[in-house]
């Protein structure tokens, strides 16, 4: 089903156009290439710093890692940095650094968000599995030297694939380990087969999952999406897994409707909420 | 009594021809009223591709003439249905859904059409249109390594307004052939999933009066 979203991401082109443009971004924004290693490419990072982060050398922030920063024109990474800029300066969410996710060509992420099918008991696959070791062997490590980050405040923010990603990426948690994001919010994915599987593998390891998770979709895409969508959170509710700090919305609108309201419900759920 | 009845029709002359279903072939502007339906097969684009069918009744009447066209003010009813198969989502493949997306359009339309030529065979006419739309979403899915499963339906009824453009070609007296295209007008309020995108079809027109 995640691939329904690939293609109709072009519609949801044209609807982001009838969107209302992102909020004002407040602090230093920033344009960045890095080169990966394990996939052997270029990612494109975009950061954004708050305001005054040099004159608070102390002061450790959250980081948000934005996926699909720039795909198709629904500009998630502005979106999210407008967000967060008005809250903070409302003082109604703490302030945060932002680091967007992206490609040289943003069509690459098909490569690097969507689990292998069959999935792969040891992660050793490409797709997402290849894609989580790139984010937590390269990407954080680099991004955490260079700027002041608290590591337990991590937040991975996705919309489409980057939701699937996201889902995935919060099933990793592997015990004693602490989770790579203490926040995940998966805005209108497509819940394949495979991203159960990756839930219940983490169920067989650990009863526990000490996440602020939010997920979120779109009533318009239909039936379809909306039978794995309340399977998933269905399945979660019966597991109780420890710690995990789950909410969910359903937004009257589509694919690329569902960007800013679900961003904004998904940040107030893991930033102005605390840690688990 | 046969020569009688004869005599009598020979007085009254030829029999008056029937008014003709369409405008005028001379270019008068003749005031009357016309009739006609449409029926088209359609292709489309909403949440996914779809097919459909449309009928459309339109009442029209000569507005002005000149040298080579006449113009006719239209106003209608069509009904249109779309259906999105998943078997028109090929990225769903391997993937064990079942369902379809329906969806129903009511409209009242209104517009203006040029016919053209010498004898008013061409048609070019544009329209706007509004109405109902009903959408409805209707699957099941298994995924039965995971043990899930389940239906859904999901449905909403809106209000929409559109454009659409008719290239027309009168055959005979009474039939013709047509090519639409049309889309509704997106708004902050709508949605294409829910009332479609834009579709094109091609069909018969049957001029009833």
């Known amino acids: 089903m995640d691939r329904t979203f690939a293609l109709t991401s072009t519609l949801a082109l044209a609807l982001a156009a009838c969107g209302p443009e992102p909020l004002p971004a407040t602090g230093t924004l920033s344009t960045e290439t890095f080169h990966s290693d394990i996939v052997d490419d270029d990612y494109v990072l975009r950061v954004r710093l708050p305001p005054d982060y040099d004159a608070q050398a102390d002061v450790q922030y959250p980081l948000v890692i934005q996926l699909d920063p720039t795909f198709v024109g629904l500009e998630q990474y502005a979106i999210t940095v407008g967000l967060i800029s008005q809250h903070a300066a409302e003082g109604d969410w703490p302030e945060a650094i932002v680091v967007g996710v992206d490609y040289p060509d943003p069509g690459t992420r098909e490569r690097d968000y969507v689990p292998e099918t069959p999935a792969d008991p040891d992660y050793g696959g490409e797709g997402a599995d290849r894609f989580h070791r790139v984010l937590r062997d390269e990407i954080l490590p680099h991004v955490e030297a260079q700027w002041h980050v608290d590591p337990s405040q991590r937040i991975l923010i996705g919309h489409s694939n980057g939701a699937v990603f996201a889902w995935y990426s919060a099933f990793r948690h592997a015990p004693p380990e602490p989770p790579l994001f203490a926040g995940v919010i998966a805005a209108d994915a497509g819940l394949d087969e495979v991203l159960f599987t990756h839930e219940r593998w983490h169920a067989e390891r650990s009863d526990a999952l000490p996440i602020r998770l939010y997920a979120a979709r779109a009533v318009y895409n239909g039936a379809g999406q909306k039978i794995g969508f309340d399977a998933m959170i269905d399945r979660l509710l019966e597991r109780d897994y420890q710690g995990l700090e789950l909410a969910y919305d359903e937004f009257e609108t589509d694919h690329g409707g569902v960007v800013w309201p679900a961003f904004e419900a998904g940040l107030e759920h893991v930033l102005a909420g605390g840690q688990p | ?209």
């Open chain 2, 1 to 209: 009594m046969s020569a009688f009845v004869l005599a009598l029709a020979l007085l009254a002359g030829p029999p008056a021809p029937a008014p003709a279903p369409h405008v005028a072939e001379s270019g008068e502007k003749d005031g009357r009223l016309h009739l006609q339906l449409a029926g088209d097969v359609l292709y489309g684009i909403g949440g996914q591709s779809f097919l459909g069918a449309q009928l459309h009744l339109q009442a029209s009447t000569a507005i002005w003439s000149a040298g080579r066209a006449t113009g006719t003010l239209d106003l209608g009813v069509q009904l249109q249905y779309g259906n999105e198969p998943t078997w028109l989502a090929p990225w769903l493949k391997g993937v064990d859904i079942e369902g379809a997306t329906h969806r129903t359009q009511v409209v009242l339309s209104a517009g203006h059409t040029f016919h053209m030529g010498k004898r008013r065979r061409v048609q070019l006419g544009t329209h706007v249109y509004g109405g109902l739309n009903h959408w409805l979403s209707s699957y099941s899915l298994v995924y039965p390594m995971e043990d899930v499963s389940g239906s859904a339906k999901v449905a909403r009824s809106t209000f929409v307004v559109g454009g659409e453009l008719t290239i027309g070609y009168r055959f005979s007296r009474r039939l013709g052939g047509n090519l639409i295209m049309g889309a509704p007008f997106p708004t902050r309020r709508s949605s294409s999933y829910v009332q479609g995108l834009a579709f094109v079809g091609v069909g018969l027109t049957i001029h009833l009066r």
